[in-house]
């Protein structure tokens, strides 16, 4: 009867809110020390979409995000748009 219960993994209490915050205070530390420039507001969403239950599935969605940002801003270098 054991085998048939699937085994399920719980993340420790709070790990994912204490990593959120930590994130949302990096990406506000970013634009402090950039002098206010740029949009916070982006980073910090990036970050709420990043975040997962588990620190592996962070990793592989954020090496995702970086891959899919990296892709697609190589597409925009090569296939402007406007005027030629």
């Given at each position: 009867?054991?085998?048939?219960?699937p085994h399920l993994?719980?993340?420790?209490?709070?790990?994912?809110?204490?990593?959120?915050?930590?994130?949302?205070?990096?990406?506000?530390?970013?634009?402090?020390?950039?002098?206010?420039?740029?949009?916070?507001?982006?980073?910090?969403?990036?970050?709420?979409?990043?975040?997962?239950?588990?620190?592996?599935?962070?990793?592989?969605?954020?090496?995702?995000?970086?891959?899919?940002?990296?892709?697609?801003?190589?597409?925009?270098?090569?296939?402007p748009v406007g005027d030629p």
């Amino acid at each position: 009867m054991d085998n048939l219960r699937p085994h399920l993994e719980f993340p420790a209490l709070g790990q994912r809110i204490i990593r959120t915050v930590v994130g949302i205070f990096l990406c506000y530390l970013v634009y402090y020390f950039r002098g206010g420039h740029g949009t916070v507001f982006f980073a910090v969403l990036a970050v709420l979409q990043c975040i997962q239950p588990y620190m592996k599935s962070s990793f592989d969605m954020a090496k995702q995000k970086v891959c899919w940002n990296l892709h697609r801003g190589g597409m925009g270098i090569c296939h402007p748009v406007g005027d030629p």
